[in-house]
């Protein structure tokens, strides 16, 4: 049996576990197939203003976590994903 050594992004608190939810409904809510993922998360990651190799939920500490949420939560990714999507 393999054992996971080595923990995938930062451990999370409760307040991260339950940003990290929020985020995620929001974030998964918008694409459909792994291509759409991916536009997300680079869109995500421009909004951000982090590299998208740095984009991901599990790497993010509370504050990074905040700002997604905001940013969903504002519709601010779904907008330009819908936008770049059109036609």
């Avoid at 197939?33 to 991916?38: C, F, I, S, V």
Wanted: aromatic share 12%; hydrophobic share 35%.
């Amino acid at each position: 049996k393999k054992w996971i050594t080595k923990a995938f992004g930062i451990l999370a608190n409760a307040e991260m576990r339950k940003l990290k939810r929020a985020c995620h409904t929001l974030f998964d809510g918008v694409w459909s197939n792994p291509k759409e993922r991916k536009l997300c998360y680079e869109i995500l990651a421009e909004q951000m203003g982090i590299p998208v190799e740095e984009c991901h939920f599990g790497y993010f500490d509370t504050v990074k976590l905040k700002q997604a949420y905001t940013i969903l939560h504002r519709r601010e990714l779904q907008n330009e994903f819908y936008r770049r999507n059109q036609g």
